[in-house]
């Protein structure tokens, strides 16, 4: 079987140029676009040439509404990008508690570590995300899993001079002893 012709050039640079609109929808939180795009056929976890996915950048952003409308449509929460990250650590990486929250409710993996390693949890400790760290611990992360080189996420805040978050997570060590 044949694969079929690809797209005139007319026909490629308007493909182009809907993809471009629905990041930028996606990037920009504009939900009813999105969603627009999403009932009008676009899959729900196209990704960019990045690997991004239309989740990742809604939840990256501090999108509520979008990650909320992009999970309900069925967009993957643990969908890494070509760099090994997934949403829910640009989550942390933030600092978006409600967006840390949905993915959680919808499937993310609370420990889902990136692929060099690290968690959510560590995502948190070295940005000083101290709400973070609580929320995620409620939510059942390992305050003592490791990375392949042994960093922990105090390791993690310790090495990036993350203060509030190094006492947090020593106090939660010496709570679990």
Do not use: C, W
């Not at 990650?67 to 650590?89: F, I, K, S, V, Y």
Request: net charge negative; hydrophobic share 45%; no cysteine.
């Amino acid at each position: 079987m044949n694969d079929p012709l690809p797209p005139a050039d007319n026909e490629q640079d308007e493909l182009i140029a809907i993809a471009g609109r629905v990041f930028d929808a996606a990037r920009g939180g504009d939900t009813a676009t999105l969603g627009a795009f999403i009932d009008a056929g676009i899959p729900v976890d196209l990704t960019n040439d990045k690997g991004d996915s239309l989740l990742m950048l809604a939840s990256y952003h501090g999108h509520q509404n979008a990650t909320q409308l992009l999970l309900e449509r069925g967009a993957d929460p643990e969908r890494q990008n070509d760099r090994g990250q997934r949403p829910l650590a640009g989550a942390a990486f933030k600092g978006e508690m409600e967006i840390a929250r949905l993915l959680i409710d919808h499937g993310a993996a609370v420990d889902g570590a990136g692929d060099d390693g690290r968690t959510p949890l560590m995502v948190a400790a070295m940005f000083n995300r101290v709400a973070l760290i609580d929320f995620l611990i409620e939510r059942g992360a390992d305050p003592i899993a490791q990375r392949a080189d042994g960093m922990t996420a105090l390791g993690a805040a310790t090495a990036m001079g993350a203060t509030e978050a190094r006492a947090r997570l020593a106090e939660l060590q010496d709570q679990a002893s």
